[in-house]
């Protein structure tokens, strides 16, 4: 599985936009990318994937560049329960796991 | 989205006892689940990936006769810790990938902590 650069923390005001970013330049053609988010003590729980073209659900953007080699994920509006690590994954088969970035959400 | 469940979401265990943590897909059938483990401020650390049916495949550096992983059926799978010692504690954490043709998306399960006294 191709390696993923995240920035090992970030902070964003509640209500504003979190905008998360994740380098991936050794990935290959049939890798996805998958963003994950973990709160404390808690299972990691999904929010996006996508392989090249840009994805939306109801939770978040996922904006990948035209080379695949970086990513960003876009929390519209993010609220305090949005603190947690985001983990950015590229992966063919099994997700193996980085060391994320911790987003704190601040009122 | 859909849902897996890990039972028990925690246990202690005497040290040098087996311990069994259950790991289901409760809405979606699941032809391949991977099992995680997670020390405290660390990242989650694949242990193996076990397609139903089938013997799993463990990662370098993970005891496969210590950890023991069942996956009899699309939506159960096993993981026993066999002769449990006190730096086995740690959060094991389950993933169900459902059937279809595909890039299926995966889903995590909460989560078990285990205590070895």
């Known amino acids: 599985d191709a390696k993923t650069t995240q920035p090992p923390s970030m902070d964003c005001a509640e209500g504003r936009a979190a905008n998360l970013p994740c380098n991936h330049s050794?990935?290959?053609?049939?890798?996805?990318v998958y963003w994950y988010r973990q709160i404390h003590s808690q299972g990691p729980q999904y929010i996006i994937h996508?392989?090249?073209n840009n994805e939306t659900n109801e939770m978040a953007s996922l904006i990948i560049t035209e080379d695949r080699k970086s990513s960003t994920l876009i929390l519209p509006h993010a609220t305090l329960r949005d603190t947690a690590v985001y983990y950015c994954?590229?992966?063919?088969?099994?997700?193996?796991f980085g060391k994320g970035t911790s987003l704190l959400v601040t009122p | 989205g859909a849902v897996v469940s890990q039972h028990p979401s925690r246990v202690i265990c005497k040290s040098g006892t087996s311990v069994k943590i259950e790991c289901r897909s409760l809405?979606?059938?699941?032809?391949?689940m991977f099992w995680y483990r997670q020390f405290p401020k660390q990242s989650l650390m694949l242990m193996a990936t076990?397609?139903?049916?089938?013997?799993?495949?463990?990662e370098q550096g993970v005891e496969k006769d210590k950890f023991l992983i069942n996956h009899a059926s699309l939506t159960l799978s096993t993981l026993t810790v066999t002769s449990a010692h006190p730096e086995d504690s740690s959060f094991y954490i389950c993933?169900?990938?459902?059937?279809?043709?595909?890039?299926?998306?995966?889903?995590f399960g909460e989560g078990s902590w285990l205590t070895v006294v």
């Open positions: 993933s169900a990938e459902g059937a279809g043709g595909s890039r299926n998306t995966i889903y």
């Open positions: 050794t990935i290959s053609g049939n890798e996805y």
């Open positions: 996508g392989l090249k």
């Open positions: 994954i590229v992966s063919g088969y099994a997700l193996n």
């Open positions: 809405d979606f059938q699941a032809t391949t």
């Open positions: 076990s397609n139903e049916g089938s013997k799993a495949t463990y």
